[in-house]
């Protein structure tokens, strides 16, 4: 399966006003990518903007074609594993377990895979992995149309599926920066995104009607055969027209230098913490979906897939508009994630099923604007050599935390409700989108100020002692 929420992928390349903390950090690398992708091979690479532009690449049109297919099957197959725990189970925390197992891994491996992303061929690395994550879904598929299906095999997927994540998605998000090319970087991140919610409207929607027909075996078979796209997507790209990386060579203290990269540079560290707040806390989507769907509203996988296909509406609405988007700004990262956090509180005391499924629109659309933002931040400001253990940190941080959130937040929506357990994920989420905004200010040296003139609200950051505005796009 595809992994990660929206799938998040390539970095983008900077201008002078881009970096959150200043313009001298910004054009060391925006200077670094520029030599690491002038030595590539001539690819016809597109020079006008464009909401699709990247998709004018042959090879990236190829790998965007294939994804799009095995995520469909992916959002297929999570809406089908869901509600089979929790059919076999009957208990919200199962599902939380599931979840939690598929990413597990990304906590205790995560920054090894960043290694192995960053010194192999990725190509190469993705046809194995791709290939494993089918054979994965396949495996579940004969299991349950055989009648023998139990949970703990369930569980074992699950895990396994995670430990092939683990290398894969710091391999495919670094991999698109080859495809694309230095020019279409920031385009290619957020139409990944896009392709990934795309899919999410679709697949939900026949997972619905595959559970209530035939049986969930049949999602779970097609969704290990939707990774035939992929693959043949991978097998008929021109690699003479991939942009050639520099690969760092084996050695020993890789993974600490990574670490230390990070440690000291509040433009990355600012936002993996709140992906990690927000990850462990805010995204446990299949828990609280399903406890509002059958214990709340009395409901059964149809209305699991509604809830699925809402989120997914106002996700790719946002990952839409940020493909329009020129710069990535923190402040937008601190604002949608204050508003998301928010709006889960407010949402799970929705009194009627109408209410609690329009506001899912508005979570959807600030959950993914966050990620977004998030993301090309941190991707933005790695230097090249550095990015696939930088992203494999990033993803380590936003997924590997659900080992720790899932069964807890599972927990408290088995013993004090649904409402509860959704209320307690915002307000985690808002707590922390407000901290880490508070301290990157202080960090960066200004405050924020409001603007209400005009009879239109404008956040801004000014120096804490004077009056004119930062340069900087904090």
Same mark, same amino acid.
């Given at each position: 399966?595809?992994?990660? $929420?929206?799938?998040?992928?390539?970095?983008?390349?900077?201008?002078?006003?881009?970096?959150?903390?200043?313009?001298?950090?910004?054009?060391?690398?925006?200077?670094?990518?520029?030599?690491?992708?002038?030595?590539?091979?001539?690819?016809?690479?597109?020079?006008?903007?464009?909401?699709?532009?990247?998709?004018?690449?042959?090879?990236?049109?190829?790998?965007?074609?294939?994804?799009?297919?095995?995520?469909?099957?992916?959002?297929?197959?999570?809406?089908?594993?869901?509600?089979?725990?929790?059919?076999?189970?009957?208990?919200?925390?199962?599902?939380?377990?599931?979840?939690?197992?598929?990413?597990?891994?990304?906590?205790?491996?995560?920054?090894?895979?960043?290694?192995?992303?960053?010194?192999?061929?990725?190509?190469?690395?993705?046809?194995?992995?791709?290939?494993?994550?089918?054979?994965?879904?396949?495996?579940?598929?004969?299991?349950?149309?055989?009648?023998?299906?139990?949970?703990?095999?369930?569980?074992?997927?699950?895990?396994?599926?995670?430990?092939?994540?683990?290398?894969?998605?710091?391999?495919?998000?670094?991999?698109?920066?080859?495809?694309?090319?230095?020019?279409?970087?920031?385009?290619?991140?957020?139409?990944? $995104?896009?392709?990934?919610?795309?899919?999410?409207?679709?697949?939900?929607?026949?997972?619905?009607?595959?559970?209530?027909?035939? #049986?969930?075996?049949?999602?779970?078979?097609?969704?290990?055969?939707?990774?035939?796209?992929?693959?043949?997507?991978?097998?008929?790209?021109?690699?003479?027209?991939?942009?050639?990386?520099?690969?760092?060579?084996?050695?020993?203290?890789?993974?600490?230098?990574?670490?230390?990269?990070?440690?000291?540079?509040?433009?990355?560290?600012?936002?993996?913490v709140l992906v990690g707040f927000i990850g462990t806390f805010g995204f446990n989507f299949p828990i609280w979906l399903?406890?509002?769907?059958?214990?709340?509203?009395?409901?059964?996988?149809?209305?699991?897939?509604?809830?699925?296909?809402?989120?997914?509406?106002?996700?790719?609405?946002?990952?839409?508009?940020?493909?329009?988007?020129?710069?990535?700004?923190?402040?937008?990262?601190?604002?949608?994630?204050?508003?998301?956090?928010?709006?889960?509180?407010?949402?799970?005391?929705?009194?009627?099923?109408?209410?609690?499924?329009?506001?899912?629109?508005?979570?959807?659309?600030?959950?993914?604007?966050?990620?977004?933002?998030?993301?090309?931040?941190?991707?933005?400001?790695?230097?090249?050599?550095?990015?696939?253990?930088?992203?494999?940190?990033?993803?380590?941080?936003?997924?590997?935390?659900?080992?720790? #959130?899932?069964?807890?937040?599972?927990?408290?929506?088995?013993?004090?409700?649904?409402?509860? #357990?959704?209320?307690?994920?915002?307000?985690?989420?808002?707590?922390?989108?407000?901290?880490?905004?508070?301290?990157?200010?202080?960090?960066?040296?200004?405050?924020?100020?409001?603007?209400?003139?005009?009879?239109r609200p404008h956040v801004d950051l000014v120096p804490r002692a004077a009056g004119e505005r930062v340069p900087a796009?904090?």
């Amino acid at each position: 399966m595809s992994s990660g $929420s929206g799938a998040d992928s390539a970095p983008a390349p900077k201008s002078a006003h881009d970096s959150s903390t200043g313009s001298t950090s910004t054009s060391n690398t925006s200077n670094t990518t520029s030599t690491t992708c002038t030595d590539a091979a001539p690819a016809p690479t597109p020079t006008k903007g464009g909401t699709f532009s990247s998709l004018k690449i042959r090879n990236y049109r190829l790998f965007a074609t294939g994804a799009v297919v095995s995520n469909i099957g992916t959002w297929m197959s999570r809406i089908t594993q869901d509600w089979l725990v929790l059919s076999l189970t009957g208990s919200s925390a199962a599902v939380g377990i599931t979840t939690a197992l598929q990413f597990l891994p990304m906590l205790l491996f995560g920054l090894y895979g960043g290694v192995i992303a960053d010194r192999y061929p990725k190509r190469q690395i993705l046809l194995v992995t791709q290939a494993a994550m089918g054979l994965c879904g396949l495996s579940l598929a004969l299991l349950t149309l055989s009648g023998h299906v139990q949970v703990w095999h369930v569980y074992l997927i699950a895990f396994l599926l995670g430990m092939v994540t683990v290398v894969d998605n710091p391999s495919r998000q670094s991999f698109v920066s080859e495809m694309v090319g230095p020019s279409q970087l920031r385009n290619a991140v957020s139409l990944n $995104s896009a392709n990934f919610q795309s899919a999410r409207l679709i697949g939900p929607a026949v997972a619905g009607v595959l559970i209530t027909t035939v #049986g969930s075996g049949y999602a779970f078979l097609l969704n290990g055969l939707s990774f035939l796209a992929p693959l043949a997507g991978l097998l008929l790209m021109r690699q003479s027209e991939l942009f050639k990386v520099e690969r760092v060579p084996r050695g020993k203290g890789q993974l600490r230098e990574g670490l230390r990269y990070v440690r000291g540079k509040p433009e990355l560290i600012g936002p993996i913490v709140l992906v990690g707040f927000i990850g462990t806390f805010g995204f446990n989507f299949p828990i609280w979906l399903t406890a509002f769907a059958h214990e709340v509203f009395h409901s059964g996988a149809g209305l699991y897939s509604f809830f699925n296909i809402l989120m997914a509406v106002g996700s790719l609405a946002a990952a839409l508009l940020a493909a329009r988007r020129r710069s990535s700004r923190l402040r937008l990262m601190i604002i949608a994630g204050v508003g998301f956090g928010l709006l889960e509180v407010l949402v799970a005391f929705a009194p009627s099923v109408w209410l609690f499924s329009l506001l899912l629109l508005p979570i959807g659309m600030l959950g993914m604007t966050t990620n977004i933002s998030a993301n090309t931040s941190v991707q933005m400001a790695a230097d090249p050599m550095m990015r696939g253990r930088v992203m494999s940190l990033y993803m380590m941080v936003f997924v590997g935390g659900t080992p720790v #959130g899932g069964p807890l937040l599972g927990w408290v929506t088995d013993t004090y409700g649904a409402r509860v #357990g959704f209320a307690t994920g915002g307000a985690v989420s808002l707590i922390a989108a407000a901290t880490i905004g508070v301290i990157l200010t202080r960090v960066v040296g200004v405050r924020i100020k409001i603007d209400l003139r005009g009879g239109r609200p404008h956040v801004d950051l000014v120096p804490r002692a004077a009056g004119e505005r930062v340069p900087a796009t904090v």
